[in-house]
């Protein structure tokens, strides 16, 4: 090992043990991965990240005591307020991510004021759809908490281990009376809140949880009950980002909740393999033909796409994505998955892909 690769982790373990206990909660990125990211400064990724978090330096943050999009269509009641207001999160992602890449102060405040203003306004409202994407802001925190003003990171993780908390009550209550896609998120948002909280029995619960999940959502071939709900590989996908985000989690902890090895019959990653030939082209699906729903067919006839006609492949990018961050062995599949869509994963993703 050279000289510059020991200084760099002595470097890093100085950071770590000079933290307090509390700034060491994370839910997926840990203190040693944030600080290690300065080393692709120089990646295309890097520098579209940096570009865009510096544009959004000039951003002001838009909390709400509630966001509200699910079941709902555009210009119906909060939907596009909350549309527009749940951009924040993304783009504090950004810049939680650029300030890592270059350590320049200025994208750590401007993280600083988008979480303090969502922690100290958002009430969690125990819709995990309109909550899931709030996972930006669990990784944000992950990036920055040692950093922060500690008054930001504690009101940052007392959001999240209330979500946590309100979700893993309900699912220990009802984990009988749903088996779909709300369950995969409030596992997912269940889990990351319990390991920002770094609570030992929160973290149990949310264990318990994911298990449960994964035995009721997957079938022995892999598919979900989602697919044969709604007729859709819309939902697989939306069923396996939650789950495999969770497992992710897991992993930064040493578990391994994903691997069909690990876990038996079923498991994610056989949700995964099944999808994968749709993913890649090989097969294709009309969506939402036999969907027992009926709001599939309202926005269908309201003109959102991706409610009939042959499935996308590029919505499962990001999935794809997320299992290749999980098991390099998904890199040539989200790599060909990228080519035959023209659309790539997200630029913070490829960069923990590429790790």
Not at 51 to 59: F, G, H, M, P, S
Not at 167 to 172: T, V
Request: net charge neutral; with cysteine.
């Amino acid at each position: 090992m050279n000289r510059a690769v020991l200084l760099r982790r002595s470097a890093v373990l100085c950071c770590l043990l000079a933290m307090p206990a509390w700034a060491q909660n994370f839910a997926i990125v840990s203190p040693a991965t944030a600080a290690s990211l300065k080393a692709q400064r120089g990646t295309p990724e890097a520098g579209k990240i940096v570009r865009d978090a510096e544009a959004a330096l000039k951003q002001t943050p838009h909390p709400m005591e509630r966001v509200h999009t699910e079941g709902t269509l555009p210009g119906k009641g909060i939907h596009d307020e909350s549309a527009a207001a749940e951009k924040d999160w993304p783009l504090t992602l950004n810049l939680a991510f650029a300030y890592r890449l270059t350590g320049d102060k200025r994208y750590l405040a401007q993280t600083a004021k988008f979480l303090d203003a969502w922690a100290t306004v958002y009430k969690p409202s125990r819709n995990p759809i309109d909550e899931t994407n709030f996972g930006n802001l669990v990784l944000a925190l992950d990036l920055t908490r040692a950093d922060l003003p500690p008054e930001v990171a504690e009101h940052t993780a007392a959001l999240f281990r209330a979500m946590a908390l309100q979700y893993l009550d309900w699912l220990d209550a009802n984990h009988d009376k749903d088996h779909e896609n709300w369950s995969s998120h409030r596992v997912k948002l269940a889990v990351l809140g319990a390991y920002v909280s770094g609570d030992k029995a929160l973290i149990e619960r949310a264990t318990a949880a994911y298990s449960r999940q994964v035995k009721v959502n997957i079938h022995p071939d892999g598919s979900v009950n989602d697919f044969y709900k709604r007729d859709a590989l819309h939902y697989v996908v939306y069923d396996l980002e939650p789950l495999t985000t969770a497992a992710l989690a897991a992993k930064a902890h040493g578990q391994d909740w994903f691997h069909t090895a690990a876990t038996g019959s079923p498991s994610v990653e056989m949700g995964v393999d099944w999808l994968l030939p749709y993913a890649t082209g090989t097969k294709t699906h009309e969506e939402f033909v036999h969907s027992t729903v009926a709001f599939d067919a309202a926005r269908d006839k309201a003109g959102e796409k991706g409610y009939s006609g042959p499935w996308d492949p590029k919505t499962s990018v990001e999935l794809m994505g997320l299992a290749a961050w999980m098991d390099p062995k998904y890199r040539p599949e989200l790599e060909k998955v990228e080519a035959n869509t023209g659309v790539k994963a997200y630029p913070w993703l490829r960069l923990l892909v590429g790790r």
